[in-house]
């Protein structure tokens, strides 16, 4: 069986919406994973979100076009979950959330907590924007 047909197997049989290469690592070398990577994303079956995380396509019963198979904010969050990051919601979801405004967030905002991150995860045009508990002053009243 050629590696193509293993890694688009090892796809398919997934349970999430994000691979990540380094799942894919052991099936073969990192030239022959670049190459199959290349061939499923001209295929039309992955697309690169960032460095190294690609998300599973569906194609679009609006438009027809392929797009990736979740929203910005669920492949981040599953991205970086299966990186090893606790992601919560941002500052501005929060007080949405919590009722102390009816401002709603205009982009999503992803607090990594105690964690500085630089990753670059985009869909559609749309980046993730980081923020952390760095800047936040611990009330001590």
């Given amino acids: 069986m050629k590696l193509q047909e293993r890694v ?8 999430g919406n994000v691979i990540i290469r380094a799942e894919l690592a052991g099936m073969g070398s990192a030239s022959q994973i ?3 990577l290349k061939v499923l994303q001209q295929r039309g079956v992955l697309m690169r979100i960032g460095t190294g995380v690609y998300a599973k396509t569906r194609k679009s019963s609006v438009t027809g076009a392929i797009i990736p198979a979740g929203s910005l904010e669920t492949l981040a969050i599953e991205a970086l979950r299966k990186l090893g990051v606790q992601v919560t919601a941002g500052k501005a979801a929060e007080a949405y959330n919590s009722g ?11 607090n990594t907590g105690r964690r ?11 980046t993730v924007t980081y923020e952390n508990d760095y800047g936040r002053a611990e009330s001590s009243a």
Avoid at 100 to 110: E, I, N, S
């Fill in 116 to 126: 500085r991150i630089t990753r670059k995860i985009a869909v559609g045009g749309r």
């Fill in 100 to 110: 102390k405004t009816t401002q709603l967030p205009g982009t999503f905002v992803a």
């Fill in 8 to 15: 688009l197997r090892s796809i398919k049989r997934r349970a």
């Fill in 34 to 36: 670049t190459e199959v």
